[in-house]
């Protein structure tokens, strides 16, 4: 084996090929470094004085199926420069890593395509030395990313595991890169995140975000010149729970066996959009039976369809007066329900309307959301929260496609 291949095939320069053993169906290549090569390591200088070696192995890329190991006794030297005992530095492994640099990229360009437990297994090493060689990866690019140029944000929380568990995601919408993700679903989840952004001086000029009182506060609080949006996708989710609270209570106080059982099953065919109802199942002709039995249903349903009409406007004054008018229909409806989302949605009109200067959402957490899920799926979860954070922050470089 001729020192060229340590270096075209392993990265190693500088070293002298030796011997090779095998032994277990793994292979050992010894090598040393030649004396005229040996210098102090905290000076540099040449004249130094051997004090004795270490033996030491390092793992490194495999040769097909088998395991290769390069064995060094590393020297230790005396400087008379500095009077010191020390260590010569290897030039193909950081210190106080058991593998060389090529292994660890090598392991990081596996980590594209496999889990930690699949190249673990093909590489035959451990669990541990996988993820440690991913983690510090991560955390050189991802532990504090860059805020100075952001500009447009989307903060919302997501569930994780079965107990309730929730994260803060603040996600960067020009590049959908994650740039926080905070513990819990409170204020305070992003404290460590504005603490940053005080000193990065970055210019947030709109932040979206759901009707959550506590993001409202914290984003006023941290963030008094930005606009904040909400997102229209959140609105329109609440305004079909209260639908669905209205046909519940509609259908509990009727007392018309006829109506009980037109109303049966409509629940999803009043949340659906007009254009997406099913002709085959005539879901059509069924819906518009029960709203011809039921006014205030019927009411409800046409006053969620024309909200919807909102964010079609043309700019931010038509808006405006289109939404004080709706709110003046549902108010003047005396359903309940109705009424009280008409009263939310005018407490909160500033930000409703903010849409038409910042045409911006949460929807692209969503999909954030979903490919945490795959994220999670694929690894059969996390035990450690700080390694699942910043997987979460490097999403944005990953790519999925279909199988099969």
Same mark, same amino acid.
């Given at each position: 084996?001729?020192?060229?291949?340590?270096?075209?095939?392993?990265?190693?320069?500088?070293?002298?090929?030796?011997?090779?053993?095998?032994? *277990?169906?793994?292979?050992?290549?010894?090598?040393?470094?030649?004396?005229?090569?040996?210098?102090?390591?905290?000076?540099?200088?040449?004249?130094?004085?051997?004090?004795?070696?270490?033996?030491?192995?390092?793992? %490194?890329?495999?040769? *097909?199926?088998?395991?290769?190991?390069?064995?060094?006794?590393?020297?230790?030297?005396?400087?008379? !420069?500095?009077?010191?005992?020390?260590?010569? /530095?290897?030039?193909?492994?950081?210190?106080?890593?058991?593998? %060389?640099?090529?292994?660890?990229?090598?392991?990081?360009?596996?980590?594209?395509?496999? %889990?930690?437990?699949?190249?673990?297994?093909?590489?035959?090493?451990?669990?541990?030395?996988? /993820?440690?060689?991913?983690?510090?990866?991560?955390?050189?690019?991802?532990?504090?990313?860059?805020?100075?140029?952001?500009?447009?944000?989307?903060?919302?929380?997501?569930?994780? *595991? /079965?107990?309730?568990?929730?994260?803060?995601?603040?996600?960067?919408?020009?590049?959908?890169?994650?740039?926080?993700?905070?513990?819990? #679903?409170?204020?305070?989840?992003?404290?460590?995140?504005?603490?940053?952004?005080?000193?990065?001086?970055?210019?947030?000029?709109?932040?979206?975000?759901?009707?959550?009182?506590?993001?409202?506060?914290?984003?006023? !609080?941290?963030?008094?010149?930005?606009?904040?949006?909400?997102?229209?996708?959140?609105?329109?989710?609440?305004?079909?729970?209260?639908?669905?609270?209205?046909?519940?209570?509609?259908?509990?106080?009727? !007392?018309?066996?006829?109506?009980?059982?037109?109303?049966?099953?409509?629940?999803?065919?009043?949340?659906?959009? !007009?254009?997406?109802?099913?002709?085959?199942?005539?879901?059509?002709?069924?819906?518009?039976?029960?709203?011809?039995?039921? #006014?205030?249903?019927?009411?409800?349903?046409?006053?969620?369809?024309?909200?919807?009409?909102?964010?079609?406007?043309?700019?931010?004054?038509?808006? #405006?007066?289109?939404?004080?008018?709706?709110?003046?229909?549902?108010?003047?409806?005396?359903?309940?329900?109705?009424?009280?989302?008409?009263? %939310?949605?005018?407490?909160?009109?500033?930000?409703?309307?903010?849409?038409?200067?910042?045409?911006?959402?949460?929807?692209?957490?969503?999909?954030?959301?979903? /490919?945490?899920?795959?994220?999670?799926?694929?690894?059969?979860?996390?035990?450690?929260?700080?390694?699942?954070?910043?997987?979460?922050?490097?999403?944005?470089?990953?790519?999925?496609?279909?199988? *099969?």
């Amino acid at each position: 084996m001729s020192t060229s291949i340590l270096y075209h095939g392993f990265g190693i320069i500088g070293y002298r090929y030796q011997k090779t053993d095998y032994k *277990g169906g793994q292979v050992f290549f010894h090598i040393e470094q030649p004396r005229d090569k040996l210098r102090c390591p905290l000076c540099n200088a040449r004249d130094v004085i051997l004090r004795g070696s270490i033996a030491r192995r390092f793992r %490194t890329i495999p040769i *097909g199926e088998k395991p290769i190991w390069i064995v060094l006794d590393v020297q230790r030297v005396f400087c008379p !420069e500095c009077q010191v005992v020390r260590q010569v /530095k290897i030039q193909f492994a950081d210190p106080k890593k058991r593998y %060389t640099r090529q292994f660890e990229r090598y392991v990081l360009g596996l980590s594209h395509f496999m %889990t930690i437990k699949d190249i673990a297994n093909l590489l035959q090493t451990s669990w541990d030395t996988v /993820k440690d060689i991913q983690m510090e990866k991560l955390q050189k690019q991802f532990s504090k990313p860059p805020l100075k140029d952001l500009e447009r944000i989307a903060i919302d929380e997501i569930s994780i *595991g /079965k107990n309730h568990k929730y994260l803060t995601i603040v996600l960067d919408l020009e590049s959908g890169a994650v740039v926080h993700v905070g513990d819990g #679903k409170g204020s305070e989840a992003l404290d460590p995140f504005f603490k940053r952004l005080k000193y990065s001086k970055a210019d947030i000029k709109a932040v979206a975000i759901d009707m959550s009182p506590a993001y409202t506060a914290a984003v006023i !609080e941290n963030l008094p010149s930005a606009k904040i949006v909400y997102d229209h996708f959140h609105l329109v989710k609440l305004f079909n729970d209260k639908l669905s609270d209205l046909r519940r209570q509609l259908y509990n106080e009727c !007392e018309v066996l006829e109506q009980k059982v037109v109303m049966k099953g409509t629940r999803w065919l009043l949340l659906k959009n !007009e254009k997406n109802l099913n002709p085959e199942r005539n879901e059509k002709e069924r819906l518009e039976k029960a709203l011809a039995l039921n #006014k205030p249903l019927a009411t409800a349903y046409y006053l969620k369809e024309d909200f919807k009409q909102l964010w079609n406007k043309d700019d931010k004054e038509e808006a #405006k007066d289109f939404l004080s008018f709706w709110i003046k229909k549902a108010m003047a409806s005396g359903i309940g329900v109705l009424q009280k989302f008409a009263r %939310t949605v005018q407490g909160h009109s500033f930000g409703i309307l903010a849409y038409f200067d910042h045409p911006i959402s949460t929807g692209p957490l969503e999909g954030v959301n979903n /490919k945490i899920k795959t994220l999670v799926k694929q690894a059969y979860g996390y035990r450690n929260m700080d390694f699942f954070k910043l997987k979460i922050k490097a999403l944005h470089l990953s790519k999925y496609a279909l199988i *099969g």
